[in-house]
């Protein structure tokens, strides 16, 4: 099997095992950005120089290949996470030019774990979207099918691990970011518990739902990932000082037994027949192997668009006032004026869903409307989050659909904002409620376009949500299709 197509632990035990070497790996990853990349547009910076450079310590012996599971292997990050000495410019031509002098602590992990960073993925501008159309540097294509979108807003980051452009790569997930992308580009992406993974330097969209997760070629990877950006940080008020399960071992228990919820409020009038039909098929495979299903509800889930777009918007204006022209990112050469150069920075630096959003979260914060719209959002927030609570009082964890249709060809959605959002129904909730999340492949559409899988678990409830998807992957075989990028 090609170098590209192994997933972590395959090519970990070729390292250790020295039949192959670091900067092969990683050459042989640059090779393939270098040819595919022009194609699917999922790298905004590529670190050639500095991955053969780090590669080149562990052939020479100057680093320990057996230190962690992660060392040596070639990683991407999505282009919202800092990095220090290397741009990170959240797609939008705001951060162009942005080198923040900081690594954020996952990366700052990841690089103690040994990893080898090959570049910074495109992303939907500041993570803002669901098909990663909106970024400054051109929309990423869906390796299965290039007329077709990524997802977003980690588009970048799941089409580059579903085209072997990395072994693994980081994304965020707000409202669906790192599951809605995983789904459609046919990989594994999860999104942990709000607070369990630290959020420091991270640029921030929306504070209280952001949060970085995994996306990977299997399961596995993703949990040997989770265990490593796991686990609390002081810099950062909102994570959570709890002990870090051993994610990997949890795997190989068994899931029989398990209770498993069918949400009826996701079984929608206007999903996608090949969307129902996988959901139906990945029912089955779960009763096949054991687990029980349950009918549960979750009543107020059609208010969790409503409350998301009030949610994020109003956080979004908050944390994006920063970027005024003074004193970093783009400062317009037009300006009369500090008031000009303010209006005039914002208007070339930010592309028309932020500005939006901007203007959506500035009106639902407006003096006499945040009452109405920020906190009647919030009181929604708090009945999602108790529907799910009085959910898993019957079930151990909630299985659904990702998205309610497969892939959507670039364009079409771009001019009908409320259709985007709505793409995103069956993630937003998780997002509100700031549960676990992972999705995981369980078919494809009439197009063989992917369908993923999202399977929903309490707080901190990663292992068992984890466990449940591996089981199901390894009894269907979804997962080891590889686009026909070439």
């Not at 497969?406 to 549960?435: C, H, N, R, W």
């Amino acid at each position: 099997m090609p170098l590209h197509s192994l997933p972590v632990h395959e090519l970990r035990h070729l390292l250790v095992q020295k039949e192959i070497k670091v900067s092969e790996v990683v050459q042989a990853y640059l090779d393939r950005v270098e040819t595919l990349n022009v194609k699917i547009n999922a790298y905004v910076t590529v670190m050639g120089e500095s991955a053969l450079k780090e590669a080149g310590l562990y052939d020479e012996g100057r680093k320990d290949l057996n230190a962690s599971p992660l060392a040596g292997v070639p990683l991407a990050i999505k282009d919202v996470l800092c990095l220090r000495g290397t741009r990170t410019t959240c797609g939008s031509k705001m951060l162009e030019n942005f080198v923040p002098p900081y690594d954020a602590t996952v990366i700052e992990w990841m690089k103690s774990a040994g990893a080898v960073f090959l570049g910074k993925t495109n992303l939907d501008e500041f993570a803002m979207g669901s098909s990663n159309e909106n970024s400054a540097f051109g929309p990423t294509r869906n390796p299965w099918n290039l007329s077709k979108v990524s997802g977003g807003s980690s588009g970048g980051s799941a089409a580059a691990v579903a085209a072997g452009l990395c072994s693994a790569a980081l994304g965020t997930d707000t409202g669906g970011s790192i599951r809605q992308p995983a789904s459609f580009c046919g990989v594994v992406g999860l999104k942990p518990t709000y607070g369990r993974v630290s959020r420091y330097g991270l640029v921030a969209f929306a504070s209280s739902l952001d949060q970085v997760g995994p996306i990977a070629r299997d399961v596995e990877d993703a949990a040997l990932l989770l265990q490593t950006m796991a686990g609390y940080d002081s810099r950062d008020t909102t994570c959570v000082d709890l002990p870090v399960p051993d994610y990997m071992g949890g795997l190989k228990k068994s899931i029989g037994g398990m209770k498993l919820g069918i949400p009826k409020e996701y079984l929608i009038d206007g999903i996608h027949p090949d969307v129902a039909l996988s959901m139906e098929k990945a029912i089955e495979t779960f009763r096949t192997l054991g687990a029980e299903t349950v009918e549960v509800s979750l009543p107020h889930t059609h208010y969790g668009v409503a409350a998301y777009y009030i949610i994020a918007p109003a956080e979004a204006s908050s944390n994006l006032a920063r970027y005024d022209g003074v004193k970093y990112g783009h400062r317009s050469t037009d300006a009369r004026d500090l008031l000009s150069l303010y209006r005039r920075s914002r208007s070339e630096g930010f592309g028309a869903e932020v500005k939006r959003r901007i203007m959506l979260g500035t009106y639902a914060l407006s003096a006499g409307y945040y009452d109405a719209y920020y906190k009647k959002a919030s009181q929604v927030r708090t009945l999602i989050r108790n529907d799910f609570l009085k959910a898993f009082e019957k079930c151990d964890a909630i299985i659904a659909p990702v998205a309610p249709i497969p892939p959507f060809d670039i364009g079409e959605k771009v001019d009908d904002p409320l259709q985007m959002y709505l793409s995103d129904i069956f993630t937003l909730p998780a997002s509100l409620a700031g549960i676990p999340g992972i999705s995981v492949p369980c078919g494809f559409s009439g197009e063989h376009l992917p369908i993923g899988l999202q399977i929903l678990g309490p707080h901190f409830a990663e292992e068992s949500i984890l466990r449940l998807a591996h089981h199901f992957e390894r009894a269907t075989d979804h997962h080891p299709g590889r686009p026909p990028v070439e």
